[in-house]
Structure formats: structure tokens, C-alpha cells
């Protein structure tokens, strides 16, 4: 009986080291999918670049993977009493006398493109960042443990234009694989530390 469970589990786990991940990210409809074996596991909601930043298209790889990961060209600029004097700052920009920079938090960072990747961050509903491709932080932390380096992502779509008037978020329709109603693919519940 255990030789037959100890198969069992060992034929389990080879098939799920083969299980092919990958990443799709459509620019149009802002939203990632995490696919294995070419079927979507997970849709999240995303805010890629804006115009002049605008997220480059291809087939990419994830090329780094980091939990922690700070930005070392976008921050904000601080006075010496810790208030924001510039809110979307470059890192070449003047800092006040007393001041400083501070670099943008990008936690569960993924590189899949020069200095862009995929990580956690705030999403406004259209595109807004500076090429990166955003993701609530539960969905960033599902892309995360499922990517490894060298995990395919393609980009794909054209940044709509329109998002960046209105401010408001717009379904595309219709959507690259359907709804998700099925309960698997719902996204992870919220860590017990983002309470």
C-alpha cells in the first residue's frame, strides 16, 4: 500500500513539475492571465504604461524575480520634514535642501522586459504607470509563486487611448478567454498581514 501511495504521489508531482506556465498580458483589455498547459488559471486586473511609457509588445521571458523589489528610476521626492513635495518623481530630478528620494515600492517584481516587469502596485482603473505592468497585490503574489525564470510572457493589444481621459475603468469586450465564474479561479484570498 505505501509503495502504491508513494507512486501515486511522486507521478503527482512529476506532472505538475510539467505543467507549462506562462503569462499573457493584454494591453487592450488590461488584464494578465496566468496559464498552464495554455489554459487560464488566473485573470488580474491590471494598469500598465501610459503614453509615453507605454508597455513595449513581444514575447519576453521573466528574466528576475524579486519579493522585495524597489525601483531605481521612479519614486517620490521628499522635504526634510518627511512631507511629498513631488509625488511621480525620476530619480534624476532636484531633491530640496534636507530632502530625499524615495524609490517606488514594486513588491513581488517579475522582469520580463529591460526594466519593466510585472509586480504589485496600484491600479486607477487605465493605464498609469512607467511601463511596468501593475497588479493587486494578491494577484501579484499568485503570478509570483507560480513563475519561475525563464516562464514565456507575452504582450500583446494596444494601450486604449481612451482610458486615459476618462479616468474610468472599461470592460473590453469580448474578454480573450471568458468569465471566470469557475471557483478556481477566483483570486487568492487577502494575506492575513494586508488586514
Known amino acids: 500500500m505505501r509503495v502504491i501511495l508513494g507512486a501515486a504521489i ?12 506562462s503569462v499573457e498580458i493584454d494591453l487592450q483589455e488590461q488584464r494578465a492571465y496566468l496559464l498552464q498547459n495554455g489554459r487560464p488559471v488566473l485573470a488580474s486586473p491590471i494598469s500598465s504604461g501610459r503614453y509615453g511609457h507605454l508597455t513595449r509588445t513581444g514575447s519576453f521571458t ?6 522585495s523589489h524597489y525601483s531605481s528610476m521612479y519614486g517620490k521626492i521628499v522635504d526634510a520634514n518627511g512631507n511629498t513635495v513631488v509625488a511621480d518623481a525620476d530619480a534624476d530630478m532636484q ?3 534636507g530632502g530625499r528620494f524615495i524609490p517606488a515600492p ?4 517579475m522582469r520580463f522586459n529591460g526594466a519593466d516587469g510585472m509586480h504589485a502596485g496600484y491600479l486607477p482603473g487605465y493605464p498609469a504607470s512607467h511601463g511596468c505592468v501593475r497588479m493587486p497585490e494578491q494577484y501579484a503574489i499568485a503570478f ?14 494596444r494601450t486604449p487611448v481612451n482610458r486615459y481621459y476618462s479616468g474610468q475603468p472599461q470592460r473590453a469586450w469580448p474578454p480573450r478567454f471568458g468569465p471566470f465564474t ?3 479561479f477566483l483570486p487568492p484570498p487577502p494575506a492575513p498581514w494586508s488586514r
Open 10 to 21: 511522486f507521478f503527482c508531482a512529476v506532472v505538475l513539475l510539467r505543467a507549462e506556465i
Open 62 to 67: 521573466v528574466l528576475e524575480k524579486e519579493r
Open 95 to 97: 531633491v530640496p535642501r
Open 106 to 109: 514594486m513588491h513581488y517584481f
Open 144 to 157: 509570483f509563486n507560480a513563475v519561475q525564470v525563464g516562464t514565456p510572457v507575452t504582450v500583446f493589444g
Open 182 to 184: 469557475d471557483p478556481r
